[in-house]
């Protein structure tokens, strides 16, 4: 979603017969993204990240090898 967004705010700037500078445009983006729901989600995947679940499923990554099999894929390494 935020790659979306990021895409549809450089499309929009491009279009302008006078862009601004880049500071005033990285304060509207950190304004434009850091809304209510954002922050929420944000913070309650930052709660996530490390638990125990997560951890497994990382190392249940790192076992899988896709790229063994796939070549459009890669292999992740899980380090402690």
Known sequence: MNIVGCAMLCAFILSMPQRPEVER???YYAK?????PMRWFCRMSGKRKFSEENIAVMK???????????PYSWNMDFIE
């Open 25 to 27: 445009l990285t304060d």
């Open 32 to 36: 434009v993204m850091m809304t209510v």
């Open 60 to 70: 249940a990554t790192a076992a899988l090898k896709a790229a063994d099999r796939n």
